[in-house]
């Protein structure tokens, strides 16, 4: 039977990747399998964030226009220049790409669209319908969705896959839970029982070694 792996923590806790140290791990381990664990990583966001392109195109295009005059104005001393251009960063959105612009503008924009307009307003099953979906699509073996935010992404796991099938996992950063913000998507979770805890406050190394722990657990329950 399919399997689930649903990786929740805070913002910059080192979800995805932890996913990224697991699917790797899996992959080594299937050297060692007459047949090969297959595996699929997506998001509760990934639908999220497309959406949000498409939708936010027009604001983006606006802000994005007033972030590159402000480096036109001129006459301006050395320390002005310095702000304008750090204020130029602040305001530029680019949301097609999903990883390599986290600014704090475009981190509200997704927490507003996915949450408050979508969770609250349409349904809270919105984006857990679509990533399930996605995953059962996949064919995979093992599904991992690294970006738990709320209860129902992890107790409404079991309307798609059966119970024994289901792992959720809650990466613990220290600092991370010191910059975290108060949007209810990084606290909805601050309070659940997570069976496994995977602690993330020392070496990228210790956390592959973690990792690799868990995908022999992972891969024993297809022996």
């Not at 929740?8 to 381990?29: Q, V």
């Not at 226009?65 to 002005?80: Q, R, Y």
């Not at 699509?137 to 690294?146: E, L, P, Y």
């Not at 896959?161 to 913000?181: G, L, V």
Request: charged letters at 25%; a negative charge.
């Amino acid at each position: 039977m399919p399997k689930i792996i649903l990786i929740s923590g805070k913002k910059r806790s080192g979800k995805d990747t932890f996913a990224t140290y697991l699917i790797e791990a899996i992959n080594e381990l299937n050297e060692g399998l007459p047949k090969p664990i297959t595996t699929y990583h997506t998001s509760f966001a990934k639908a999220l964030k497309v959406g949000a392109a498409a939708d936010f195109r027009l604001i983006e295009l606006y802000l994005n226009d007033i972030a590159k005059d402000l480096l036109l104005i001129d006459n301006v001393s050395l320390e002005t220049t310095e702000a304008l251009k750090q204020i130029e960063t602040k305001l530029t959105l680019n949301f097609a790409e999903f990883e390599n612009n986290k600014n704090v503008l475009q981190r509200l924009f997704w927490q507003i669209y996915g949450t408050e307009i979508f969770r609250n307003r349409h349904s809270q099953n919105y984006w857990t319908c679509r990533a399930f979906q996605d995953c059962i699509g996949s064919g995979a073996d093992v599904s991992i969705v690294s970006d738990a935010r709320f209860p129902n992404e992890v107790t409404d796991t079991n309307m798609y896959f059966c119970d024994e099938d289901i792992f959720p996992i809650r990466i613990q950063r220290d600092e991370a839970d010191r910059m975290s913000d108060s949007h209810v998507s990084e606290t909805a979770l601050d309070n659940y029982e997570f069976d496994i805890v995977i602690p993330n406050n020392s070496t990228l190394d210790e956390l592959k070694l973690l990792a690799n722990s868990y995908a022999n657990k992972i891969v024993r329950t297809f022996i």
